[in-house]
């Protein structure tokens, strides 16, 4: 058993408030040993990157350690001096903190980003300088005219590897990876962990690696850490975990959604039979296209979001649209709720006489038909007023209730999504409530005018893995018992085949494939697609290895 | 659940966090009490227009500011000026607001050729010099408190629609106003009922900065000899005290009192625009509290202190 | 580098058409008023000027009796070729002539009192929000608010008693003292010197707590950025990170709004010369005020809107160089 090189004993952190402060971090303690991968899974809020950045002592204020012990290297950091902390960072440990998009300084070059903590740590600049950044570039595949851009002509995925490349700068023997990868597209991210793990097998560097994906952990790390609310719940090795847990916590987040690939398990949620009868299809898209142009007298530039789109959904139907940030999903949804208009194209609702895309103003009666569900549980509730207020005002819009019967009627909406007891809920605003509680409160605002299609825009996205599957089930039981048809949108191919009847697979703004769920997981078509489920398959790490 | 009862609520609720501010609550208070002594007590002083005293006394305990080179009572007329500054100086302050949120408010909310017509109309307002303007205008027009207040909204207004018009920007590409529009409600609505309340601590800032604005011109104007210098106000006592060549004859006394009230009012406004931002960005004030609990020597830049702040 | 050359165009172009509007103003207001306004000068001016005079004086003014548009067209030619009209106050002397000699003056002036102001200001911005230990912090940005909420015109007026007329250490007004003569010698220099530090002072005075106060609350919310927190993870020293890296970003708001505040500024600018006797276009506008010559005004509303339209271009083209992603 080799001496730990992380030692974390006790570590508490707190943030100071204008009342009682607020306790991120409670009694975290564990070990890293010489070159292994060490995972910290949690969600958000969970206090993974306050403990990452406690052990570097970088957390901004208001925050403060209050207690614990750690010790990297035989530096016991609690007690170093602020020279040796300073000369301690990115030499004995460096980091690569959660959104790489934001890490780097938008008026610094790249060059410059790299020149100085080599010339801070080793003194190194000029042409030597040039020629150790080149090597860093080649190491995370970047080409090295990339030196003179700046992060805004940069991909995300670009900005990624190059935060990588700072980390490896001067060749530390510890890196933390705060969720290095959660804000790429899901094929990029399998391609940049490959290459930290063949990173390591070169270079025997030792890694703290940060998600709050568990099953993609499991996939390559040594040991972990389970953290919720601010405690490790859960420390054990990958091996002895993938075998059940301990902690219910754990079993949880194991149990959530079934793979993409394998094998249809019982899991996944039953469809129902009377689908197999089309009859004429209750959304109908034609030759959809929609077309940005940059404002701007002098601006040539446009973009195109979606190109030449055209899909039908028949009634009762859940469609998955799986695609990457970028290909256009989101633009398709903010369509077909009329919420944009299409450059060219036509939208058919409920048979072909009701041509929708003509009229400027949308009927209220469109309104009432078709409904939608958003991202970002927060962001689509207004902060400043409450549960009420945001079910009330549709109902009382389209003359649905009148006065005396609005309020049981929303707690009845509200207990239908799973809030129970309704009329808790009824008074309460946002902030009081957790994402997910949020996030149904916007189904059953959706859900209130009756409508015959909701659109669900990446509705899980931001949620809690562990709670993920119990949101998707609301649309599943609207769908038996209302006969509901949902267009479910999502990057996630996994959450796509729990769910959907059928998948139309988009990227750059044009379809790929389009077919039922079952057959598009097992016999994939086009590239692109295999690529996908690819990813989303256990074992991807090694398919990737293997062809690298 | 009644609406009225409920709307009020968002108003109050969003009052009494900014005056739980110290700062807010420290500039309201002198601005109230100025507001109450412009108000009521010219009517318990003697006429500040009555040539009373020998012209250019000091300060003595008979006129405890002095009087000015027409032998006129300075404290009179440092009281009784407050009156039409302060009036037209807050006038000025709700006009630049209301036309600043339709002409702003509007470009910010409906976006595309709108926004662009409305931008440049704004930008061009924005970036020509308020003072020439004002000067030109106000030397065309009679000298009336009308012509001053029109002149004063006229190149103050676009600082404000710009602000306005950022803020209701943002607010347009939020989910929460993307819902209400697939919910079916009007525009109008979706401005007033979601988007306002939300800008209440802009616009309360806005009214307040654009008041500083109009109380700094307009004595700016009428110490020119454009305003009606045969009334008493801020600025015209200053115009009569440089004209009385009160710096040559060193009778500080006829223009300082004035002065320092035109700058207490303009700082107290200030502080309630320190206070108002105080209270929207959180963040201030809880680094505020963070620093004052850490001894001194643990304050390092860019490196968490290891402090247990329950001993 | 065609991102760049694009971005100046589209700069320039907003700033013609922002002139172009001054001038249209400028030509309607006098138009607009109740009353012809050749009259409104005749009544003002019966008596002290002969009717020829009044009727040259017309003509130069533009007020012909052409329609509207023709009258236009050669007030546009007028101004392009530099034609200003003629000084009522100090008739027939061209406008343009008047306000050539006092132009300088402002711009140096106000360009002094600005640069000095913008630099100190920002400085002091950058130093407060880094270290906000207590007593700089609580006690600076108050009181330079409180100084900022002072008048112009009257904190120059209580400057030029306290220290001018009370205590005499500076002089009471001019530009330059009497026994010196103009030219590129040391006396000269000395005395212009001399007599801008009062005003200047005044204006620095009222305008350095905004500088300071827009960069400090630029510099705090910069400071709580994601790449901030990367670079001291980068063992990146103190200062390096208080400069290249929060400074510069934070800056870029300041200068975009250095172009707006330029026109507020000058503004005060030209109140505070007026006290002090400066002569420069405050001056000149005072005069032209107490003297109603209204071509004289409306020349110097022109001058000083262009001048203010030029320095924001200049501005704009200046942030090229400091915000990468106007560049491409």
Redesign the interface.
Known sequence: MSKPLISVKNLSVEYITDTVPIKAVRNVSFEILPGEIFGLVGESGSGKSTVVQAMMRILPPPAVISKGKVVINNENIMEASKADIIGFRWKQISIVMQSALNALNPVLSVREQIHDVLDTHKGINGKKADDRAKELLSLVDINYDRLESYPHQLSGGMKQRIVIAIALAIMPPIIIMDEPTTALDVIVEREIIAKIIELRRELGITILFITHDLNLLMEFADRLAIMKNGEIVELDKVKDIQKGGKHPYTKKLIGSIPSASGKREKGILSKPDSLDSPKSPILEVHNLEKVFQSPGIFNKNKIVAVNDVSFKIFKGEIVALVGESGSGKSTIAKLITRIMRPSSGSIYLNGKNKKVTESRSVPLDYRKTVQMVFQDPFGSLNSIHTVYHHLARPLLRHGLKDQKEILSHIIYLIEKVGLNPGKKFVEKFPHEMSGGERQRVAIARALSLEPQIIVADEPTSMLDVSIRMDVLEIFAKMRKENNLTVLFITHDLASARYLADRIIVLKNGSIIEENTSEDLIQNPREKYTKQLVKAASPGWLNSLSKSS | ?NKTI?QNS?LSRWFIGIMSNQKAFTGSCIILIFALIAIFLPFFIQSPTDFLGTPLSPPSSEYIFGTNGQGQDVFAQTICGARQTLLIGFSAGILVVIIGALIGGTAGFYGGRTD?ILS?LI??F????????M???A???PPTPGTLLGVLVLTGWS?NARVIRSQMMTFRN???V????????SNIRIIIV?IM??MLSLLASSFIGAS?YAI?AQ??LE????GDVSTVTWGTN?YWA?NDL???T?S?WT??P??LS??IV??A???IN?GIDEVSNP?????R???N??P?DM????????????E | MNKSLIYIARRLSFYLIAAFAALTLNFIIPRLMPGDPASIIFARFKGKLNPEAINAMRQSFGLTNDPILIQYWSYLKGIFRGDLGTSIAYFPEPVSEIIGSGLLWTIFLAGLSLVIAFSIGTTLGIFIAWNRTGKLDTFLPPTLAFFGALPYFWLAMVFLYVFGFSMNWFPIGRAFGNQVSPGLNFAFLFSVLYHAILPAFTLIFVSIGGWMLSMRNTMISTLGADYITFANAKGIPSKLIMLRYAARNAILPNLTGFGMALGFVLSGALLTEMIFSYPGQGFLLLQAVQSQDFPLMQGIFMTITFAVLGANWLVDIAILFFDPRTRK
């Open positions: 659940m409920y968002i662009d440049l930008n061009i924005l970036v020509m010099p308020g003072l020439p303007l000067v030109i205008l030397s065309w027009l600082w939020r989910d929460f993307s819902a209400a529009i697939v919910s079916g409600e979601e309340p939300r500083i700094g004595v700016g110490f020119l000899g454009l200053l440089s009160a710096l040559l060193e500080w223009f300082v004035t002065g035109i700058a303009s700082f406004l200030t502080l320190f963040r201030l004030i809880s680094e509290l963070w620093r609990e850490i001194k304050v390092s830049h860019g490196i968490t202190p290891v402090f247990n702040h329950h």
